[in-house]
């Protein structure tokens, strides 16, 4: 049997949980929030948004089929080069897994990367309490190494989790600009046909749309409020008579842009079942989510309009221009965990792109 | 919304069966409750009187009749609805609801089928059409072809390559499915297939492949969403039916999941369903290639599990779906606030296993595959896989207390690994007890090794606690509890007792957390109570109520002798303890019953129903008392337990229940009170019973205490037999006294239920079986009000039942089971809780005992009149429905152990109406044109000659063996010979029944049991095979032939139940 070490998570409030430690054996601070996901541990942990958070995951028994080998291309698994939560919480750890697909045990892979995972403890009443009490500050001490509380929302974390430098994906006819905010490897995967170049650009870089033919402005962590720098890039964008799309982050950062206003969310929507409907008519989809901030359906100006809402909390879950190519969606159409319900937006996409 | 629908036709789908059972009620019930909160009138076809949804509170009108086309267009031609729903009554409602379509009723009656459209079912239970139309949409289906002939399938398995799988289309529960090995192996299945089926399927073999399945739904705005996945443990080649299932699945990964989760939308989609289906898939452990097996467009057995498992009520949603509304526009009915357009997320394992009682039956096969023999299932909820799968073991209530600490023997594991069985799992136990590897097992039995693992770890556990030579520490008791070890499991490991084990934990602090099933994983408060036990929380998500609380304990998974009546029974007592102001818990963990639906009850634990779990809700929930007299044999087996535990037992006192019970104890009772019984003994010695018998004389009957309809009770004829017998008894019963008593022949049977409070009987009803006794009463064929019982009898009946519920002081519902010849009157059996023929009493009496059960249970007035046998002016019948032709081998005879599946009820002005509909009801044919008679014994020949004669007016063509044959041409008949099985001989019996050359067969038993293999086994093995009409006892025999010789289907009245006040 392998020994577990103890390790305490500490809310910001003063509760105080006791688990088991699985990963890396040093103590950690971030943001606590749950997803209520039942499978795709490796693309949640690899996927950017998630930067600085200590993710609880609601389903309880987790590492069932182990971790596959990293991808560096744009398909498979993981979503980024690394880990990027701070800490992944479990009520139960299956050490033991078994895949075709799988080189490792989630454990393992966690202690590579020198991330936290935590077991054995009530996640269901961790997430009853976040639900009740708004998503908080927490940290997990493990040998007894108190560290202090980190808020991922009061930091710019765009140089985190974005591209150092310009990277060209493929070598068709379409240049599409992707703004990196801690973009995810599926949506390059999504956006690559035989008739597409993606130009992935840092979150800083210009935004030379006579360059291009379209853009993408990505997912990503944090608080849109911290981000202001890019707000002029993509209100220029914005004029430029190109499709331009957005994705969660992306679609925070377009509708601030644009003058609308985001707030903070009680704790957030991360999992793979948020339904949403077109705000015009009958068609609904379920949607993978991952995002604490959403956008203010009434602060929009009059030249946009609400395109989805949330069916459960009726929170807005995308933006179109009334007349313009430009769309944004608080969901994922790439999935990547999660349903492919809303794959088809980035045909959208291309069609505004004459693809 | 398209225009909605004033009136709604709805098929049930008659008595429960295995491949069809409880799970249909729930279904019908929901979608009732559904329409009924539209203003929208229902019309309910389902003759099975013991479900909850022929209640009078549900459906407006409830028809008591055969779901068959003939009956169906019948009350179509006098209901006149506008529209009828065919997907919540199994495959019984489909496959008729089908017929009326291609044959024009429908249409004729301008009747709309609600929902998914008859064209669209038609392509998904024709495998041709299904083929063909996947294919459209490049989704994988197995590769298989359709053959009409033996010739023709073997022809395609040539093509395919042996082995291959035989799957049957139109069949519930794939009826013969299988896998074939060689060619001789697939001539024999597709002979018998052709019996049941014009087509059968072959198909290429996908052994060992992960079996996973989806739910789907489908607005006709094109809204799909996947309500579950669940993965079978058992990989491919065993039918979901038969095999552990687990939700969601456990070793699929993201993109696994989803994967086929697009697939099942895409395919959904294309077919056009509207509500709700289910998709099956075969998924390769090597690769993401898959197959999909089989797509289910209506409420199924796994449909219902899923909105167990999952909190979503999809028959409910569905019933809508079919009105016209979009999945966006209804609401999540667990939170209230929500969509019920969303995919629920689980925050905790199920586990379903099926529960077999095969070994009930004679010469039946153990061996499990593609087509189904369980009889019902258990569901358990834990935070993972271990805790939930030992809770699902035990709560089959075969004995096994769990994976671990359980010790089976196996002479040749691998084998038992490689071939599944009703025991496969404590053969993997076994395996891993032994030191053989993951991997090992894997190779033998495909399960994924994910499961081998966590299986491992119960076994190490149990070594470490074998091991221990003082008490657990809190530390390790507390990692047992989370792996789902009970109290009574570690018990029995480290050889101690359960309530010491209770002493430690409750030393510890440790106790099981409340944990609320929300569909949500708690992202939004729920507004249902729906509740299970985990040792892995550290709050509870409930409090007990303010209000003063009953908990009322389920049946538990059905079985034989324990089925969808009990629930009736369950649900109405909850019902009425609201109306009486109460607040109400439900302890049960049925998936397939609406006592688990979570709205029925003000809380519904799903969980165990033992000591320890009643003890645990006790002290977090704190009920008053607790109702067990309501739930049959299961609940009614913890009063003793409990009492000692010192919980609040309401209704009539433990001791009582005790002494009812104990065979001892209550033949002593009888005695003293003067009452007469079977002469008997109890079981000191062997030899000491052997004497009895030999003094009082052979039949002699075997009977253990506390056990459910019958088991192990046996008839010994001799002495060899006899000493057979006990050793079972004992072995099944051993804290228990078995009693043997002199077996009577040629007595009637007759059912007495009542209701008694303070000793006091309230109401009762006294109603025959049309069988002798030596016919187990969940067998026989029940008339009330008596018809052929002498008014003394009856007097007589009546006053022992009161002297016997005064002696017990019972409180509640109670049961007798008399012999009566000439007047003179024996106890046979009592039975201090509702029975099986509870509902099928209250609704043919149009009084409902249970009501006044519950009422004189929580010491309430009881004012209302009550109506007695005399007033009824109409007879019902119940009758048995038997599953024999999926228990393959089993020999098809009756007897003191029970082997029916289901029953129904039906009414009618008289007797042979009454019982005509029943047996029409339970699958039997009119007109009979033929029959083969072979009957044992000369008495008995000649007890038949009666009936032979009658059936001889009709025109009937007789074939019969040799001596009967003889027999009947010396008194008259003109009748052609057949050659017994064994001869070999032409023209052989076999032939005939297998070419459907008899409509009709009437097999006599010699004996009482027998264990030979013997040509009159042959014969109604081959009327079970080839699904030709059996009888084999002569009552019946003669009650048919009475009943034929004054009734045509002409006769048969089409009257709603209403209409019989």
């Known amino acids: 049997m392998n020994y577990y070490k103890n390790a305490l998570l500490v809310l910001e409030d003063g509760s105080v949980f006791e688990g088991f430690s699985f990963g890396y054996e040093s103590s950690t601070s971030g943001e606590l929030v749950f997803n209520t996901g039942m499978v795709g541990y490796v693309e949640a942990l690899t996927d950017p948004s998630y930067y600085g958070q200590l993710l609880i995951s609601t389903y309880p028994q987790v590492g069932n089929y182990g971790v596959p080998a990293a991808n560096s291309g744009m398909s498979g698994r993981y979503e980024s080069a690394r880990i990027q939560a701070r800490a992944f919480i479990l009520n139960s750890y299956s050490a033991q897994f078994d895949h075709w697909s799988s080189k490792r045990s989630l454990g393992d892979w966690l202690k590579d990367e020198k991330t936290v995972g935590l077991f054995g403890l009530d996640t269901r009443a961790l997430t009853r309490h976040l639900r009740d009490k708004g998503a908080m500050l927490a940290k997990i001490i493990i040998d007894e190494r108190d560290v202090p509380f980190y808020d991922p929302n009061k930091a710019f974390l765009l140089p985190e989790v974005s591209v150092e430098e310009k990277m060209i994906h493929g070598q068709g006819a379409k240049k599409i600009a992707l703004l990196d905010c801690g973009c995810k490897r599926s949506i390059i995967a999504n956006l690559l046909n035989d008739k597409t170049t993606v130009v992935q650009l840092p979150y800083n870089a210009p935004l030379e749309m006579d360059r291009y033919d379209g853009l993408v402005i990505s997912s990503g962590p944090g608080d849109p409020g911290q981000y202001q720098s890019l707000l002029p890039g993509i209100i220029k964008a914005l004029s430029s008579g190109k499709p331009v799309m957005g994705i969660c982050l992306g679609h925070q950062l377009m509708a601030r842009a644009v003058g609308a206003a985001t707030y903070k969310l009680k704790f957030g929507h991360r999992g793979q079942n948020q339904p949403v409907r077109e705000t015009s008519g009958n068609t609904c989809f379920v949607t993978s989510q991952n995002h604490g901030f959403a956008v203010q359906s009434d602060t929009l100006p009059p030249e946009w309009q609400s395109m989805y809402i949330n069916l459960n909390d009726e929170s807005n879950e995308g933006i179109i221009h009334k007349t313009e190519p430009y769309f944004s969606v608080q969901f994922h159409p790439e999935a990547a965990p999660g349903p492919h319900d809303t794959r088809f937006l980035f045909e959208r996409f291309f069609k505004l792109l004459q693809i | 919304m398209s225009q909605k629908p004033g009136k709604v036709l709805i098929l049930g789908s008659a008595a429960l069966k295995i491949g069809e059972a409880g799970e249909f009620d729930y279904s019908g019930s929901q979608a009732i409750k559904a329409l009924r909160e539209e203003g929208i009138h229902t019309v309910l076809i389902n003759p099975n009187i013991a479900t909850i949804q022929t209640s009078d509170h549900l459906a407006d009108q409830v028809y008591f009749l055969p779901v068959t086309a003939y009956f169906v267009e019948k009350v179509i031609a006098r209901e006149k609805p506008d529209s009828i729903m065919l997907a919540f009554g199994g495959q019984t409602a489909l496959n008729t609801g089908l017929e009326l379509y291609k044959n024009g009723v429908l249409e004729k009656y301008n009747v709309r089928i609600l929902g998914t459209a008859a064209e669209v079912i038609l392509d998904t239970e024709d495998r041709d059409l299904f083929v063909k139309r996947l294919r459209e949409i490049d989704v994988k289906v197995a590769r298989s072809y359709v053959a009409e002939s033996v010739a023709e399938a073997l022809d395609m398995a040539g093509r395919i390559g042996y082995p291959v799988m035989v799957r049957i289309a139109f069949a519930l529960g794939g009826l013969g499915s299988g896998i074939c090995a060689d060619e001789k192996a697939l001539k024999e299945k597709a002979e018998k297939a052709f019996n049941h089926t014009p087509q059968i399927l072959v198909e290429e073999n996908l052994w060992g492949w992960k079996e996973i399945e989806y739910e789907v739904v489908r607005d006709r705005f094109n809204n799909c969403l996947t309500i579950c996945n669940m993965e079978n443990l058992d990989p491919m080649g065993i039918h979901t039916g038969e095999s552990i299932v687990v939700a969601p699945s456990q070793t699929l990964d993201n993109q696994d999941y989803h994967l086929l989760r697009e697939v099942a939308i895409k395919v959904i989609q294309h077919l056009g369903v509207v509500g709700e289906c289910n998709i099956q898939y075969a998924y390769d452990p090597h690769s993401r290639d898959y197959r999909v097996i089989e797509v289910n467009a209506r409420l199924s057995r796994s449909s219902a599990l899923a909105s167990k498992a999952t909190g979503y009520p999809l028959a409910f949603v569905a019933a809508k779906l079919g009105l016209g509304y979009g999945l966006h526009q209804l609401r999540n009915s667990v939170t209230q606030s929500t969509s019920a357009f969303f995919e629920p997320a689980l925050d905790y394992v199920v586990v379903k296993m099926p529960r077999w009682d095969l070994r009930k039956f004679r010469k039946v096969s153990y061996s499990i595959g593609s087509s189904m023999k369980s009889v019902g ?207 109400t818990i439900m302890l049960n963990y049925n998936p397939e019953t609406v006592s688990t639906d979570y709205d029925e009850f003000d809380m519904l634990l799903f969980d165990e129903i033992s000591t320890e779990a009643v003890v645990e809700l006790f002290r977090q929930l704190k009920p008053s008392g607790v109702i067990l007299s309501v739930g049959g044999q299961i609940p009614n087996n913890l009063a003793v337990p409990l009492k000692e535990a010192g919980i609040p037992i309401l209704g009539t006192p433990p001791e009582s229940i005790d002494r009812a019970e104990n065979r001892r104890h209550f033949s002593h009772m009888l005695d003293s009170l003067g009452i007469d019984q079977p002469l008997w003994q109890e079981l000191d010695n062997v030899d000491s019973a052997v004497k009895f018998a030999r003094d009082t004389g052979y039949p002699v009957l075997v009977r253990p205490s506390y056990v459910l309809s019958g088991a192990a009770m046996a008839v010994a004829a001799n002495e060899a037999e006899l000493r057979t017998y006990l050793q079972k008894a004992v072995e099944l ?329």
């Open chain 2, 377 to 583: 299932e258990v569901m358990a909820i834990g935070k993972t896989f271990e805790e939930a799968i030992q809770k699902a073991i035990r709560m089959l209530e075969t004995g096994p207390l769990g994976f671990a600490g359980e010790s089976f023997s196996f002479d040749d594991i691998p084998r038992a690994l490689s071939i599944p069985t009703d025991i496969r799992l404590f053969a993997v136990a076994e395996a891993l007890r032994r030191g053989m590897s993951v991997d090992e097992i894997h190779g033998h039995s495909f399960i994924n090794r994910w499961f081998l693992y966590r299986l491992k770890g119960l076994i190490q556990l149990e070594r470490e606690l074998s091991a221990l030579e003082k008490p657990p520490g809190k530390d390790f008791l507390l990692q047992l509890k989370r792996a789902g070890f009970s109290d009574k499991q570690i018990a029995r490991i480290i050889g101690g007792k359960e309530a010491e084990v209770r002493d430690w934990r409750e030393q510890h602090g440790l106790f099981p957390s409340i944990k609320q099933i929300d569909t949500l994983a708690a992202e939004y408060p729920a507004q249902t109570n729906y509740l299970y036990f985990s040792y892995h929380g550290q709050e509870s998500d409930v409090d007990a109520f303010e209000e003063e609380t009953v908990l009322i304990l389920g049946s538990g998974s059905y079985r034989i002798g324990s089925s969808v009546e009990f629930d009736w029974c369950a649900v109405n007592t909850g019902r009425t303890l609201r109306k009486l102001g109460y607040k």
């Open chain 2, 733 to 1061: 019963s051993p804290d228990h006294p078995t009693v043997i008593s002199k077996f009577y022949q040629n007595a009637k049977e007759i059912e007495y239920d009542a209701v008694a409070r303070n000793g006091e009987i309230i109401i009762y009803a006294i109603s025959e079986h049309v069988e002798n006794a030596g016919v187990h009463s969940g067998d026989a064929t029940l008339v009330l009000p008596p018809q052929r019982t002498y008014l003394e009898t009856i007097r007589r009946i009546r006053r022992i039942g009161q002297k016997i519920a005064k002696n017990l002081k019972i409180t509640g519902p109670m049961n007798i089971q008399f012999l009566a010849k000439n007047n003179q009157v024996k106890v046979i059996e009592c039975n201090v809780r509702a029975s099986r023929s509870f509902p099928f009493v209250s609704k043919i009496m149009r009084k409902n005992f249970i009501d006044l059960a519950a009422r004189a249970i929580m010491h309430r007035d009881i004012s209302s009149q009550v109506p007695t046998l005399f007033e009824l002016d109409y007879v019902g019948v119940k009758a048995p429905q038997f599953s024999f032709t999926r228990l393959e081998g089993a020999d098809p005879v009756l007897g003191v152990e029970m082997a029916s599946t289901g029953e129904v009820g039906c009414l009618g002005e008289d007797f042979n109406e009454a019982f005509l509909k029943a047996l029409l009801s339970v699958g039997y044919r009119l007109p009979i044109k033929s029959m083969l008679v072979s009957s044992g014994s000369i008495e008995s020949k000649a007890e038949l000659l009666e009936s032979l004669h009658l059936f001889k007016k009709s025109g009937i063509q007789f074939f019969a063996t040799e001596g009967t044959a003889k027999f009947m041409r010396a008194n008259g008949f003109n009748v052609q010979t057949l050659h017994w099985p064994l001869e070999k001989k032409k023209p052989n019996c076999i032939d005939y029944i297998r070419d459907g050359m008899v409509d009709m067969v009437i097999n006599i038993p010699k004996n009482f049991q027998q264990d030979e293999l013997s040509n009159g086994y042959l014969i109604r093995r081959a009327a079970a095979d080839y699904n030709v009409m059996l009888f084999t006892n002569r009552q019946l025999v003669q009650r048919l032939a009475e009943a034929l010789s004054t009734k045509t289907m002409e006769d048969l009245k089409i009257e709603s139940w209403e209409s019989y006040r």
